[in-house]
């Protein structure tokens, strides 16, 4: 869903598909636009946030519910914090991962049930959801190629672990094919930021119309001077 003012995109895939290089190229994309951009990532996109993700991705090993709560607690703050606050002063607010990994990873992956899990993130959120999630999709054979650093909780888990995921991202895109752009990560980073900024920029678009239409159709509503507001 969209804020009444701003505009809430997500990103998401398996580890390596390019999540972060898409969102900053969006993010500068319409910055040079002169939109104000809320770039975030999750965990990790506020204070507590950074502590979360220090604990729940390299800290000392916790059983999958402590791991989906840790997450949950993060997302709740996030959202309280951070990106409702942006989304009602009518900012684009692009985030590095939301709740639909948490459904993948600890619903799926770790197989605690993705309605369950789900659940857990619309209450935490209050039902928030993207206008928009862009799903990066790669071999997790690939993408676990890609990386440079040190592998964390997550990134060192199987291939199984790794092939459930994926699919679960496939299976959430394909039920609500509206919210979700599925696009190949193994195609240049320039093409896939042309496709993504052109739908962000047709959603803003679509925004900006449905709220002039808003504002015309109050403005019908308030009588003239002199008029009454109250029909005979």
Do not use: C
């Not at 290089?21 to 969006?26: G, H, I, P, V």
């Not at 946030?49 to 840790?70: M, N, P």
């Not at 997450?71 to 709740?76: E, I, L, P, Q, V």
């Not at 997550?154 to 959430?172: C, P, Q």
Request: proline share 3%; hydrophobic share 40%.
């Amino acid at each position: 869903m969209t804020s009444a003012a701003g505009l809430f995109v997500s990103f998401e895939g398996g580890d390596g598909a390019g999540k972060s290089t898409q969102a900053r190229l969006l993010a500068e994309r319409l910055r040079a636009q002169g939109r104000e951009v809320v770039l975030t990532r999750e965990p990790g996109g506020t204070a507590l946030g950074q502590t979360l993700r220090d604990a729940v991705l390299h800290g000392e090993h916790v059983d999958a519910r402590t791991e989906a709560l840790l997450y949950a607690t993060d997302r709740a703050h996030h959202v309280a914090s951070l990106v409702r606050p942006a989304l009602e002063r009518g900012a684009v607010v692009v985030t590095d991962r939301y709740l639909d990994s948490s459904v993948a990873y600890q619903g799926t992956g770790r197989e605690l049930g993705a309605d369950e899990v789900e659940n857990l993130s619309l209450w935490a959120t209050r039902g928030l959801l993207p206008a928009l999630t862009v799903l990066l999709d790669l071999d997790p054979d690939v993408g676990r190629a890609r990386l440079t650093s040190a592998p964390d909780r997550l990134e060192s888990e199987g291939d199984d672990f790794h092939r459930r995921t994926r699919l679960a991202f496939l299976d959430r895109a394909t039920a609500d094919p509206d919210r979700w752009l599925v696009l190949d990560a193994t195609r240049p980073a320039d093409a896939l930021a042309a496709v993504i900024g052109d739908r962000v920029e047709e959603l803003l678009a679509a925004a900006g119309e449905q709220s002039a239409g808003d504002v015309v159709e109050q403005g019908t509503a308030v009588p003239s001077a002199g008029e009454s507001a109250v029909s005979s």
